[in-house]
């Protein structure tokens, strides 16, 4: 079984705005989450909401690296919404508390065919919704066909595909209300439909059958305009400004496939002509452009096969100007031309179409690392592009030009990438046996990212000279700008005074938990007050649905006065409280048991 991932604030932080950040603290602190399960991979959960029944959350990992993240509430905002920050806030802290169950795929394995289709059967009859989930999920190709031993066309059921597409269509439209009355279609996401198709597509042109991967995608195409042709005329309207969005992926994957096809002249010529149609037809077809053009010129479009033998122009791989998706079609081609090994032809057209960076990794992996070097330190000015390259050279044992170029980055005018930069410094100098070179870097990654992880790294490679360097280590840290990540590292030294100064400081900070739990016998009052600060906001708002939180704040509170000999300040405190609220019926039993334990 995958061990359970094992996060910090700082993995999770840049999923969510800020405002779902906020509101999924407070769901985590009010213990809003619940029944958090491991699967060998996957981590599920039930959290509170608005709704009756607690929305549903899935989280599957990669290691520690987040693969995707789902909830069923209907948040669409830019981000990961409230529920699944909570969830992974509970993660983080209470990491030990999560059930750990067997993976399905263990739960199912000693069952023989018969036992798995009774199963099926009666999990269809307890929940219909999985009959449609069934059908709908029946694979493409064409049952009782043998896998192909040539490059023959794979048969699929093109008659299934459409009836998935249009049902998809059909189940994915959810309306709601904005806030003058009308109905609006927040919840739906036209663009779902073809992503199983796209799928199918993508796997058979990995798999070298990108003949197959056509006949797919003409199919998805023409069901999803004859799909959006059955919705009514104002469902159309209001997704028309954003209509292109849903396709573009389509269009894409249309112009991969008709390149790495083998096409004659005559083939292209019919699937240009039927795609040039569509883009003057179907809803969002102006994405399917990109098709046109790849079937139109294939290999031989002279400008395209002058840029790739090096006679580079102005115009690049272009006889007039460059649309706007040349960007898209230059990436397409390089990537069938590595995969085909035609190097050179590659760096010539990457050079011609302004393809800078897959220039410079092509240089590097073609045993020209020096040039890419001198080109990069000419004209990057980007960290994160020169961290994606220093990569590249590492990955080719150009250990030395790796390290010379990260240092170069690290003195671009450009800030954002460069804490990453210094990190994976610090790290590779540290492996590499480069003490000096690793300390540099350590210091560095700390001025350009405040956080724990690199005060304590500065502090690994410092070695023997760690008591002279914590002084400037701790001046740096009243620099930071997360009050979190700077109380961290207060708490790591014991430094508790100033860890209450940054949370007393702060506008909002989040992980209260960890700075109560670690000053309580030092500064007992404070914590308290922290505490009864949380309860109180409840109470006082009257939120009877959260009384039992501010009762588990309360009882934390006490028992961090009573532990430091301070019950004569709790139960002046209790009294004052129960008079304030005694008219809340559902409070003041709460309120009387933490009276009477």
Not at 80 to 104: F, G, N
């Amino acid at each position: 079984m995958k061990t359970i991932p094992n996060l910090t604030e700082a993995d999770i932080r840049p999923l969510a705005t800020d405002q779902s950040w906020a509101r999924g603290q407070e769901y985590y602190h009010s213990n809003y989450v619940e029944n958090v399960v491991w699967r060998d991979g996957l981590l599920t959960a039930e959290v509170e909401g608005s709704e009756y029944e607690p929305y549903i959350i899935q989280v599957r990992f990669d290691g520690n690296k987040i693969r995707s993240t789902d909830c069923t509430c209907p948040y669409d905002w830019g981000g990961d919404c409230k529920h699944i920050v909570a969830m992974l806030l509970y993660l983080c802290h209470r990491r030990d508390d999560i059930e750990q169950r067997p993976a399905v795929a263990d739960l199912i394995a000693k069952l023989n065919r018969d036992q798995l289709s009774d199963l099926l059967i009666e999990l269809s009859s307890s929940y219909p919704a999985i009959v449609d989930e069934i059908e709908r999920s029946l694979p493409l190709v064409v049952p009782g066909k043998p896998a192909p031993s040539t490059p023959e066309l794979t048969q699929i059921d093109v008659n299934l595909l459409r009836r998935q597409i249009k049902a998809e269509l059909r189940t994915s439209i959810k309306s709601g209300y904005d806030d003058w009355g009308e109905e609006a279609f927040y919840d739906s996401d036209l663009g779902a439909a073809l992503e199983p198709a796209i799928a199918q597509a993508q796997s058979y042109i990995e798999r070298g059958e990108p003949r197959t991967a056509l006949v797919i995608l003409e199919t998805a195409t023409n069901a999803w305009d004859d799909g959006i042709d059955s919705l009514d005329e104002y469902v159309r309207d209001s997704f028309e400004d954003v209509a292109e969005e849903f396709t573009l992926e389509l269009g894409i994957l249309w112009a991969e496939a008709l390149l790495i096809a083998d096409l004659s002249p005559e083939e292209r010529q019919t699937w240009r002509d039927k795609l040039d149609e569509l883009a003057d037809t179907i809803f969002g077809g102006s994405s399917l452009e990109i098709a046109v053009t790849a079937a139109e010129q294939g290999w031989i479009y002279p400008p395209l096969v002058a840029a790739m033998q090096g006679n580079i122009t102005e115009k690049g791989a272009w006889e007039d100007e460059a649309p706007d998706y040349a960007d898209d079609l230059a990436k397409i081609r390089l990537r069938i031309l590595e995969q085909r090994g035609r190097f050179q032809e590659y760096l010539n057209l990457a050079q011609a179409e302004g393809q800078f960076m897959p220039y410079l990794h092509m240089l590097v992996k073609q045993g020209q690392s020096s040039e890419a070097m001198d080109e990069a330190i000419q004209y990057l000015i980007s960290p994160d592009d020169i961290h994606a390259l220093v990569r590249t050279l590492a990955e080719h044992s150009e250990i030395e030009k790796a390290f010379q170029l990260a240092q170069h980055g690290l003195t671009l005018d450009e800030t954002r990438g460069k804490a990453v930069l210094a990190e994976w410094l610090r790290d590779q100098a540290e492996i590499h046996q480069q003490p000096d070179l690793a300390l540099e870097a350590a210091r560095r990654a700390l001025t350009e990212s405040v956080t724990l992880e690199n005060y304590q790294a500065l502090q690994r490679v410092s070695g023997d000279t760690w008591e002279m360097l914590r002084a400037e280590a701790l001046e740096i840290t009243t620099q930071g700008k997360s009050a979190e990540q700077q109380a961290d590292i207060y708490l790591y030294e014991k430094m508790y005074k100033q860890a209450i100064a940054v949370v007393d400081q702060a506008a909002w900070f989040s992980n209260i938990d960890k700075v109560i739990e670690a000053v309580k016998v030092d500064y007992p009052e404070w914590a308290f007050r922290q505490c009864r600060k949380r309860a109180e906001a409840i109470m006082d708002a009257g939120k009877a649905q959260n009384y039992h939180v501010a009762a588990e704040w309360l009882r934390r509170g006490r028992d961090i006065l009573q532990s430091a000999g301070k019950k004569d300040m709790w139960d002046v405190y209790l009294d004052q409280i129960m008079d304030k609220h005694q008219r809340k019926y559902k409070l003041m039993p709460m309120l009387r048991k933490l009276n009477d334990s």
